[in-house]
């Protein structure tokens, strides 16, 4: 069973940081998309940061020059930098990937920045 298991968030205050880490179980090779989304009560899952296999990454402009998303083919794990942190940015965020054209969602991890 395919298995996306994050960690990282917490409590921050604004202008701080936090980095995200999520870890994708089993082979790689049939990997294509792995991203970042988030989400805030009464709304829509919201993309972050998408970064496909071999391909450019994608970002949310408003996070654009403050979060950074990297990828370890090898290890199959995902990380999302997040800097300058503001309270707008307070939400549950997910970790995303595509494999074999299927869609699997990590169980979300909560990130709160403090104004």
């Known amino acids: 069973q395919v298995q996306l298991v994050e960690s990282g968030g917490g409590l921050v205050q604004a202008g701080g940081s936090l980095r995200l880490s999520c870890a994708a179980s089993?082979?790689?090779?049939?990997?294509?998309?792995m991203g970042w989304y988030r989400q805030t009560p009464g709304k829509q899952r919201e993309l972050v940061a998408l970064?496909?296999?071999?391909?450019?990454?994608n970002y949310a402009d408003s996070v654009k020059g403050r979060f950074t998303i990297s990828r370890d083919y090898a290890k199959n794990t995902l990380d999302l930098q997040m800097n300058s942190l503001k309270p707008e940015d307070t939400a549950v965020y997910y970790c995303?990937?595509?494999?074999?054209?299927?869609?699997?969602w990590g169980q979300g991890t909560q990130v709160t920045v403090s104004s």
């Open positions: 995303y990937m595509v494999r074999s054209g299927a869609n699997y």
């Open positions: 089993g082979s790689g090779n049939s990997i294509s998309h």
């Open positions: 970064i496909p296999r071999g391909g450019n990454t």
